[in-house]
């Protein structure tokens, strides 16, 4: 009788079927065995130049070509492999040598196994994105090669063997076969002795050892390293992490508690006594975190070290909260860990403590303050860290921190251990080896975090590169684009192959039969202008009205077209999604699509014909919207106006021009637009804003650059109407995609968010504000005034939009309809619309507005572009998100770098005239620590941290140094009284009245802001020094 | 329809004639020398061939065909479900304590319910009463093979197994396995299925792996996604091991036996059941505590022979009036029924078994080197890998 059973031996079919069988857990609790069958093949190319059978068996495409072979026919060759080699490497030597890799001096003719590959991504998502980065370019050769689907390498796993020797038994599979199919194959007239080398870089001694047996060549990533020129520095970028753990043993004390079993945590998180959230470390305080989880309203404090067990800032973690006896209040110091820790030295393990004697006197502080009265001083919930879901390292900017180094630093090539202080505040010191510690000192350098082990107090990483000098224009920028993740490399190859072919010269066909003519409106008789920012290239959007026969008026929002030029699923349309936002640095913009598109062909500039998107209303002479209509057009611009040019014009009385008129129409929309706006409870919100202008001459002072920004009725007229346009353009896609429109919100901010804010209020100025809705918030905000303090009306402005949570693209099947409220704005729909060539979400707006009305492209068959799947949105929406995010925070981080460098220059001017005296400010106190204050100065848009020493107290000289004032700090009491946010500094054992300062919240005080050069974290940065002088 | 129900009593019965019906049953019933159709020895099977693991996408599976033509296949599926007892929300308003102790006890034995079985037999409907009273005859011996108080077995795999198979099912307090157990007859049920059924059963649960547990305690469950390191439902004998087999817990047989006037014949195909005096399912299992093999279940099966049609001695035949009796149609009384009999002429059998029949059934099965012992033995040979 015939099996059913398919077993290997008997079926002839077996030899190249085979499966794979494996227990898959779901999140759902259920267990299920998963079998795969694998179809084995022969034709998979070695894809080595050198081979003359590949090219004729591997597998073409339709057009009957194959993929171009990778592996180079003369590999270069080291020291112990005269004729070339290729490298094998296994997941560990990737692990732990990525930078390796990636590195231009060495390592190509690369080898990739799938099962190398496979292995990386469940190990590591980062590093494995950073490998297909890496295969997909041409220059490093990397080659992939499917090893489990070819017929001769595919390994199956041998009876009580583990995945790990299983994989290893692998990637010497794949070594011997290369061999042999090279030998074989190798092209007639090279000799036998030429063929290249396999080296298999592994890691692991046992492999090594079976290796050898198998006469296979095998070397770890070290010994390799070792042999090639350069040795050092490549030596260097060896991640730590291993080798650290094997030299130190078991000798090492362990500081830090052991992480719950993943099946601990998955009951606990199920069973609602342990929580997820992600881990944040208070800027003021590198000790405090705080985690956020969806149980509770309020964040979760994790209050020292102990209790972050190993967290690092940005990390997914689970945590369980503490006894109630442990809870405490948030702290109300300010402490920096260069200040406490600064005498720890990264060589000796055996003496360190988790927590420093400094440290836990820090921590001793704190809990005194749990005992205070008021909310600011009542004990809050707390909990510790018992596990990590997903670390969210990346790569860190900063320099090696110079008391770290040890006296002979700059002597010798040995190896020593540094610490690297990271640019980011809220990331721990890390542990470095490095043979080049006298090099790196003074650099800007970039590195990445390893590993953290229970017996380790800090992180252990590697140096990845230098970005140059610290302090140097070059370096701190690439340091600030790195540090928010912004991908400023030029566009590559495959995304300018997608402009259009023409260049520059591309034009609006003349001809109206002409297919981009097709579904589209000629508007190119309408008086259209576009009001930006002085110098704008990449105009997004025009403007136009003008009155209708029946008295009421038509009014028309005009977008650049990006949609026309960048087609769904392309490579430009993929590196637009990734980069998610147009950034703009203060001297530098960093362009989401390139600049051909957005500076020209899509910019909507003036006396030219350009494609646009027009939303077009009917509004009465009372601005109420009679209908509207959305519709692909062509127009021409009349004008494009600067703010200030515009002001002037429609001010000037003399000009009666129809274009003028127009605009004045739509001046006066815009104020009743505004007006309704505001009465259904719009929120008018400040943030501390400066501007600079950065062309302006050498000569003068540098600081008449920083401008804060004036607010124009025509700024606010062009706002108005792209706000307008934005509601009009997101019920429009949402009725047509009610799952998959793109739109943003802004969530109504839980209030006990405000809870201090009120509070600080009630107690300093007896105002109130009442947070029940944003238009109770609105009316109680314009109420907090002081006639005293013209300022303090957006000082409480800028506190409260802190309070708040921040606004967010999604995808409309997310959230149910009554979510998708934008809080500030007061309206039941929004999303973004009028700036394709900057924000991608815009773009997809386009799309999908386009599919929407119907409109069908120049093919006639684009109707469904833009309408993705919600999936597919819902990841695109999370990555604009983030890169929205952090391109604010890099525009900011750039303005007060500028700020700082803008008052260096000036202080050098200065010091050759005499003494740098710093500048004289107002400043306004924000928050009030027991050990100092943070003060805002609007005239820069600055907040810094005044520290005891930084007071000056009355009759002494502001005019000392950094490290004069340093000793002060010794000499100083405070009086904090928390109830009263107010802080009370003078010198130890002079109580006298006039001899102290008190500052308090709120308070408006004279400043002298100067720059100083940081030691410590933030050299480099050139830390913009602020003294209270009264 | 009316072959249906016929079926479903005990199988098809073959359409012999009174006479042959007759011969049949008188060859069977020779003393203690009983002449099958087939020539087997009573307690001999009809040659089969089985293998496991047959179906890779379940945790378990087998197939058995019986040379007759007849095939079935089962496969095994294990999911893991949270337990929950009714107990729970009673006793939450209740006696805390009660209500440990009532979780304990249920969480730990195991509950019946988390072992289902389907049973498909083609020309059959789900709920007809064939399949229904086949699965549940096959999951209540499964289920109710449990040795109760083996809480003292020293042997790690024992304690394992401590509660039978509803015992091997719990994962901890909150969490348990649910086996579902899917048995396909790939072929017209040519004789009466169980035996067939019931062998396949038996070697697919022997093949069965569940996930090897990474949790402890009464953590989640959370399990090794490596297949090769899954655990055995019900462990294998390992050759490095110097236990007897006789030590592990088996799931169940059941095996049909028919007598035929004194004689006990295993195996029977179906000509045999259509003459049988008697039809038995014996359920049995090796029992780990005992160390020897434990009766479950004895269910009598209505014996198809019931329904034939008699024959009609020559002495009352119209046809036959007036023909001279010839002395051999004389009524004789049947030792085993105890009713009177022409020899030579068909009667359909009213039921009735004695019990020294039933005991020497039970003996021929359970005694050392009998029926049951050889049965388990041949099963547990069967290749699982």
Same mark, same amino acid.
């Given at each position: 009788m015939k099996s059913l059973r398919r077993d290997l031996p008997s079926n002839p079919q077996a030899s190249n079927v085979a499966s794979k069988v494996f227990v898959r857990s779901t999140k759902s609790g259920k267990v299920q065995k998963i079998v795969r069958e694998l179809y084995l093949r022969q034709d998979i190319p070695c894809s080595s130049k050198l081979c003359s059978i590949c090219p004729s068996i591997a597998p073409a495409d339709a057009n009957g070509n194959i993929a171009p072979f990778i592996l180079s026919d003369r590999p270069a060759g080291t020291k112990a492999f005269p004729h070339g080699h290729y490298l094998v490497p296994d997941t560990n030597a990737l692990l732990n040598g990525m930078d390796l890799f990636e590195h231009t001096g060495a390592f190509y003719d690369v080898i990739i196994l799938q099962t190398v590959l496979e292995e990386l991504r469940n190990l590591s998502l980062p590093l494995y994105n950073r490998l297909l980065a890496l295969i997909k370019t041409d220059e490093k050769r990397f080659y992939l090669f499917f090893n489990e689907f070819r017929l001769e390498t595919h390994v199956r796993r041998g009876p009580q063997e583990s995945i790990n020797d299983r994989n290893d038994r692998a990637v010497r599979a794949v070594a011997t076969w290369y061999e042999e199919h090279l030998r074989a194959s190798a092209k007639k007239g090279k000799k036998e002795k030429s063929i290249p080398a396999l080296v298999v870089i592994t890691d692991d001694k046992d492999n090594i050892k079976k290796a050898k047996a198998e006469n296979v060549t095998a070397l770890s990533l070290s010994d390799y390293v070792s042999g090639l020129e350069d040795s050092e520095r490549l030596l260097d970028m060896i991640s730590e992490a291993r080798e650290a753990r094997e030299s130190r043993g078991t000798a090492g004390q362990l500081f830090y508690p052991e992480y719950l079993s993943m099946s601990k945590i998955m009951t606990g998180l199920r069973a609602g006594t342990l929580h997820q959230g992600v881990f944040n470390v208070s800027p003021y305080n590198y000790l405090e975190g705080s985690v956020k989880v969806p149980s509770f309203n309020k964040p979760l404090l994790i209050l020292g070290r102990d209790n972050s067990n190993r967290a690092i800032s940005g990390d997914v973690v689970v945590i369980e909260v503490l006894p109630q006896d442990q809870w405490k209040s948030p702290s109300s110091k300010i402490v920096d860990e260069e200040a406490v820790t600064r005498n720890d030295n990264p060589d000796s393990e055996e003496t360190e403590n988790v927590v420093s004697e400094n440290e836990r006197k820090a921590l001793q502080e704190e809990v005194k303050k749990a005992h205070g009265k008021n909310s600011e001083g009542k004990p809050q919930p707390t909990a510790k860290v018992v596990g990590i879901i997903k670390r969210g390292w990346r790569q860190y900017v900063g320099h090696v921190d110079s008391n770290s180094t040890g006296s002979q630093a700059a002597s010798g090539r040995r190896q020593q251990t540094v610490f690297v202080l990271a640019m980011d505040r809220k990331v721990p010191k890390i542990r470095l080896r490095t043979r080049q510690a006298g090099d790196l000192l003074g650099k800007r350098i970039l590195v990445t975090i390893d590993s953290w082990d229970r017996d380790s107090r800090y992180p252990t990483g590697h140096f990845i590169r230098s970005l140059g000098e610290l302090e140097t224009k070059a370096a701190e920028t690439e340091a600030l684009l790195l540090e928010y993740d912004v991908q400023y490399k030029p566009f590559p190859k495959s995304v300018l192959d997608c402009l259009p072919s023409e260049g520059h010269d591309w034009k609006v066909p003349a001809s109206k039969e002409d297919k981009g003519w097709k579904g589209r409106r000629d508007l190119r008789d309408l008086l259209?202008?576009?009001?930006?920012?002085?110098?704008?290239?990449?105009?997004?959007?025009?403007?136009?009205?003008?009155?209708?026969?029946?008295?009421?008026?038509?009014?028309?929002?005009?977008?650049?077209?990006?949609?026309?030029?960048?087609?769904?699923?392309?490579?430009?349309?993929?590196?637009?999604?990734?980069?998610?936002?147009?950034?703009?640095?203060?001297?530098?913009?960093?362009?989401?699509?390139?600049?051909?598109?957005?500076?020209?062909?899509?910019?909507?500039?003036?006396?030219?014909?350009?494609?646009?998107?027009?939303?077009?209303?009917?509004?009465?002479?009372?601005?109420?919207?009679?209908?509207?209509?959305?519709?692909?057009?062509?127009?021409?611009s009349r004008e494009a106006f600067s703010y200030e040019r515009a002001q002037k014009r429609i001010d000037d009385p003399s000009q009666t021009d129809e274009l003028t008129e127009s605009m004045r129409n739509l001046l006066r929309f815009s104020k009743i637009l505004r007006q309704k706006r505001y009465d259904a409870g719009a929120l008018n919100l400040a943030s501390p804003e400066v501007r600079i202008e950065a062309d302006s001459d050498e000569v003068g002072d540098p600081l008449t650059d920083v401008k804060t920004k004036a607010m124009l009725e025509t700024n606010s007229l062009v706002e108005e109407f792209m706000l307008l346009a934005n509601i009009t353009v997101g019920s429009k896609i949402f009725e047509s995609f009610s799952q998959t429109a793109l739109l943003r919100r802004h969530a109504t901010p839980p209030p006990q968010n405000f809870?201090?804010?009120?509070?600080?209020?009630?107690?300093?100025?007896?105002?109130?504000?009442?947070?029940?809705?944003?238009?109770?918030?609105?009316?109680?905000?314009?109420?907090?005034?002081?006639?005293?303090?013209?300022?303090?009306?957006?000082?409480?402005?800028?506190?409260?939009?802190?309070?708040?949570?921040?606004?967010?693209?999604?995808?409309?099947?997310?959230?149910?309809?009554?979510?998708?409220?934008?809080? #500030?704005?007061?309206?039941?729909?929004?999303?973004?619309?009028?700036?394709?060539?900057?924000?991608?979400?815009?773009?997809?707006?386009?799309?999908?507005?386009?599919?929407?009305?119907?409109?069908?492209?120049?093919?006639?068959?684009?109707?469904?572009?833009?309408?993705?799947?919600?999936?597919?949105?819902?990841?695109?929406?999370?990555?604009?998100?983030?890169?929205?995010?952090?391109?604010?925070?890099?525009?900011?981080?750039?303005?007060?770098?500028?700020?700082?460098?803008?008052?260096?220059?000036? #202080?050098?001017?200065?010091?050759?005239?005499?003494?740098?005296? #710093?500048?004289?400010?107002? #400043?306004?106190?924000?928050?009030?620590?027991?050990?100092?204050?943070?003060?805002?100065?609007?005239?820069?848009?600055?907040?810094? =941290?005044?520290?005891?020493?930084?007071?000056?107290?009355?009759?002494?000289?502001?005019?000392?140094?950094?490290?004069?004032?340093?000793?002060?700090?010794?000499?100083? =009491? =405070?009086?904090?009284?928390?109830?009263?946010?107010?802080?009370?500094?003078?010198?130890?054992?002079?109580?006298?009245?006039?001899?102290?300062?008190?500052?308090?919240?709120?308070?408006?005080?004279?400043?002298?802001?100067?720059?100083?050069?940081?030691?410590?974290?933030?050299?480099?940065?050139?830390?913009?020094?602020?003294?209270?002088?009264? | 329809m009316s072959n249906q129900r016929q079926a479903s009593s005990a199988s098809q019965t073959p359409h012999l004639s009174p006479a042959e019906l007759s011969y049949l049953y008188t060859s069977l019933s020779l003393p203690r020398a009983p002449i099958r159709p087939d020539g087997r020895s009573p307690t001999q099977f009809r040659p089969l061939s089985a293998e496991s693991n047959i179906l890779p996408g379940t945790n378990g599976s087998a197939r058995i065909g019986f040379a007759d033509g007849t095939q079935a296949i089962v496969g095994v599926k294990a999911e893991v479900e949270r337990t929950n007892l009714a107990t729970d929300t009673l006793a939450s308003q209740s006696d805390v304590n009660d209500s440990e102790e009532h979780q304990g006890s249920a969480a730990v034995s195991g509950h019946g319910s988390w072992v289902q079985m389907s049973i498909e037999i083609p020309g059959f409907r789900d709920d007809d009463a064939l399949p229904v009273f086949l699965s549940e005859m096959m999951r209540e011996s499964l289920v109710g093979s449990v040795t109760e108080g083996s809480g003292k077995a020293d042997a790690a795999d024992a304690a394992e197994m401590a509660g039978g198979l509803k015992g091997r099912l719990v994962i901890n307090k909150r969490w348990h396995w649910r086996l579902y157990i899917d048995v396909l007859l790939l072929s017209q049920p040519l004789s009466y299925p169980l035996p067939l059924l019931s062998l396949t059963t038996h070697l697919a649960l022997l093949s069965t792996k569940l996930p090897k547990l990474k949790s402890q305690g009464e953590e989640d469950p959370f399990f090794d996604d490596d297949w090769a390191v899954a655990e055995y439902l019900y462990p294998r004998i390992s050759s490095q091991k110097t236990k007897l087999p006789s030590q592990y817990v088996r799931p169940p047989v059941t095996l049909l036996v028919i007598s035929v006037g004194e004689n006990v014949i295993f195996d029977p195909n179906r000509e045999e059941i259509a003459v049988a005096d008697a039809v038995l399912a014996i359920s049995l299992t090796r029992d780990s505590e005992a160390g020897s093999l434990k009766l479950l279940s004895i269910r009598t099966i209505d014996p198809p022979s019931r329904l034939t049609q008699p024959a009609v001695p020559n002495s009352e035949n119209v046809n036959m009036l007036g023909a001279p009796?010839?002395?051999?149609?004389?009524?004789?009384?049947?030792?085993?029924?105890?009713?009177?009999?022409?020899?030579?002429?068909?009667?359909?059998?009213?039921?009735?078994?004695?019990?020294?029949?039933?005991?020497?059934?039970?003996?021929?099965?359970?005694?050392?080197?009998?029926?049951?012992?050889?049965?388990?033995?041949?099963?547990?040979?069967?290749?699982?890998?």
């Open positions: 259209i202008c576009s009001i930006d920012p002085p110098g704008c290239q990449d105009i997004d959007d025009a403007l136009h009205a003008r009155p209708l026969s029946n008295g009421n008026f038509e009014v028309g929002v005009h977008i650049a077209d990006v949609s026309h030029f960048v087609k769904p699923n392309n490579p430009m349309d993929f590196e637009a999604s990734v980069r998610g936002t147009t950034v703009y640095l203060v001297d530098k913009r960093i362009d989401m699509l390139p600049s051909l598109l957005g500076t020209d062909l899509c910019s909507l500039k003036p006396y030219v014909e350009r494609y646009a998107f027009s939303v077009i209303w009917e509004v009465t002479p009372n601005a109420e919207i009679v209908s509207s209509d959305f519709t692909k057009s062509v127009i021409r809870e201090d804010l009120i509070n600080q209020l009630s107690k300093k100025r007896g105002m109130e504000l009442d947070v029940s809705s944003s238009g109770a918030l609105a009316s109680s905000l314009d109420r907090c005034v002081d006639s005293q303090n013209p300022f303090f009306n957006t000082l409480v402005r800028i506190l409260a939009t802190r309070c708040m949570t921040s606004a967010e693209y999604f995808c409309a099947g997310a959230h149910a309809e009554p979510e998708f409220r934008h809080y #500030g704005l007061a309206s039941p729909i929004y999303t973004h619309f009028t700036s394709p060539i900057r924000r991608y979400a815009d773009l997809i707006v386009h799309r999908q507005l386009a599919s929407a009305i119907g409109y069908e492209g120049e093919d006639g068959h684009a109707v469904i572009e833009g309408v993705s799947t919600r999936s597919k949105l819902e990841d695109i929406c999370q990555n604009i998100n983030y890169r929205h995010r952090n391109a604010q925070f890099a525009g900011r981080a750039s303005i007060e770098y500028y700020v700082g460098q803008a008052l260096k220059a000036r #202080g050098e001017q200065m010091a050759e005239g005499g003494t740098d005296s #710093g500048i004289d400010e107002e #400043g306004y106190v924000m928050r009030v620590f027991e050990n100092g204050v943070v003060v805002f100065v609007p005239r820069f848009g600055i907040e810094g =941290t005044v520290r005891l020493e930084d007071f000056v107290l009355p009759g002494e000289s502001n005019a000392w140094t950094v490290s004069e004032r340093k000793e002060l700090a010794a000499h100083r =009491t =405070t009086d904090f009284d928390i109830e009263e946010y107010k802080l009370r500094v003078e010198e130890k054992g002079h109580s006298e009245k006039e001899r102290g300062v008190t500052v308090e919240l709120f308070q408006k005080v004279k400043v002298n802001v100067s720059s100083v050069k940081e030691e410590g974290r933030g050299a480099g940065k050139r830390r913009v020094r602020i003294l209270i002088t009264g | 009796a010839p002395t051999e149609d004389i009524a004789v009384l049947n030792p085993v029924t105890g009713e009177e009999e022409v020899p030579g002429v068909w009667r359909p059998r009213r039921g009735g078994i004695k019990r020294s029949v039933i005991a020497n059934m039970v003996q021929t099965v359970l005694k050392k080197g009998g029926v049951g012992e050889d049965v388990l033995e041949g099963l547990e040979g069967v290749e699982v890998e």
